[in-house]
């Protein structure tokens, strides 16, 4: 079964620290990588995307987020926490073989403490 | 800015009512989709629209699942005689052919008594 999997479902890190938001997936053939983050009471908002190129691609915000096609990985990064990072984040996967079907992990919860 | 919009925000029904969710899409975006979120999980997708056309569903969609896009503009998705269970948040969202980012609504959070 085809399916996205966030291992941490919160993160907890200092502003100024770097962070890391983890993802794996497992579908056939090569996918399109997405990141969303979510605000209290708003909208999913997109991070960045990963279809093909280079393996480190850089969103809004200060984001970036590393392809590994052998670990099957796309982790979300970045250098320096802000406080207004804390929210809740996605990590969604589009297999090219089958349709349109976007896999969403459950999400992993950011707290940046000032 | 435009972004899709989805009404009602919010909706509390008694279980066995029929209910219509609207979603406007951005509006030269040509594909949408809708997603059902319940609480502690990510989004599930439901379905999926080229232009007028519903080229996917999940077998998250029942039979008294219905979605339209009669114009290829908007979009209503429909529950008929809900349950319980349907409880959560419906969430649309809409692209272009040619990218594969999906714009997000707000969502509208469905409460069946």
């Known amino acids: 079964a085809q399916s996205v999997a966030q291992p941490e479902d919160q993160v907890n890190v200092a502003e100024g620290n770097p962070l890391t938001v983890k993802c794996t997936y497992s579908v056939s053939g090569n996918p399109y990588l997405f990141w969303y983050v979510q605000y209290p009471n708003r909208g999913l908002q997109f991070l960045l995307k990963y279809i093909t190129g280079d393996n480190l691609v850089k969103g809004s915000y200060g984001f970036e987020a590393e392809f590994n096609k052998s670990q099957t990985s796309f982790h979300l990064k970045k250098p320096s926490a802000l406080v207004s990072d804390s929210a809740l984040y996605f990590c969604?996967?589009?297999?090219?073989?089958?349709?349109?079907?976007?896999?969403f992990g459950a999400g992993t919860r950011l707290f940046v403490k000032a | 800015d435009t972004g899709v919009s989805q009404n009602p925000r919010h909706k509390i029904t008694k279980r066995g009512q029929n209910v219509t969710f609207r979603c406007d899409p951005i509006s030269e975006h040509n594909r949408l989709y809708w997603y059902r979120q319940t609480l502690g999980q990510g989004p599930e997708f439901l379905t999926y629209f080229q232009n007028e056309a519903q080229l996917e569903k999940s077998r998250l969609l029942s039979d008294r699942f219905s979605a339209e896009r009669p114009k290829g503009s908007f979009s209503t998705l429909e529950i008929q005689r809900t349950e319980q269970g349907d409880s959560a948040m419906y969430l649309c969202a809409s692209s272009l052919s040619t990218q594969e980012t999906q714009y997000f609504g707000p969502g509208t959070r469905l409460l069946v008594l």
């Open positions: 969604a996967v589009r297999p090219l073989a089958g349709g349109f079907k976007t896999i």
